[in-house]
Nanobody, 123 residues
Framework: VQLQASGGGLVQAGGSLRLSCAAS????????LGWFRQAPGKEREFVAA????????SYADSMKGRFTISRDNAKNTMYLQMNSLKPENTAVYYC?????????????????WGQGTLVTVSS
């Protein structure tokens, strides 16, 4: 499956952005999906994950209550709604897909990665 992330940009602290991840290739609903991010000089960090039908989600503790992951299998698209953004949320955000919804916070669990979209939050 090929993944294409979009929707990044420059936003002021306290603002919102919605990232999208469009998929092509094999059956979209057969994959668990996730978002990771990587800030300059830091390791890739788990953000959120969603199961095949969207019925189960998981979030990093620092994102709970502010970020919402969702998916539309009819449109082969996943989303990440990010609210109350903070400067420390600045990073390249990557969408990713896995054949199993397991160990979702481990990047090694994922089989496919998109190219990333840059989110910059100004103070």
């Amino acid at each position: 499956v090929q993944l294409q992330a979009s929707g990044g940009g420059l936003v002021q602290a306290g603002g919102s952005l919605r990232l999208s991840c469009a998929a092509s290739g094999r059956t979209f609903s057969g994959y668990a999906l996730g978002w990771f991010r990587q800030a300059p000089g830091k390791e890739r960090e788990f953000v959120a994950a969603i199961s095949y039908s969207g019925g189960t989600t998981s979030y990093a503790d620092s994102m709970k209550g502010r970020f919402t992951i969702s998916r539309d299998n009819a449109k082969n698209t996943m989303y990440l709604q990010m609210n109350s953004l903070k400067p420390e949320n600045t990073a390249v955000y990557y969408c990713t897909a896995a054949t199993r919804y397991a160990a979702v916070d481990d990047p090694e669990s994922y089989d496919y990665w998109g190219q990333g979209t840059l989110v910059t939050v100004s103070s």
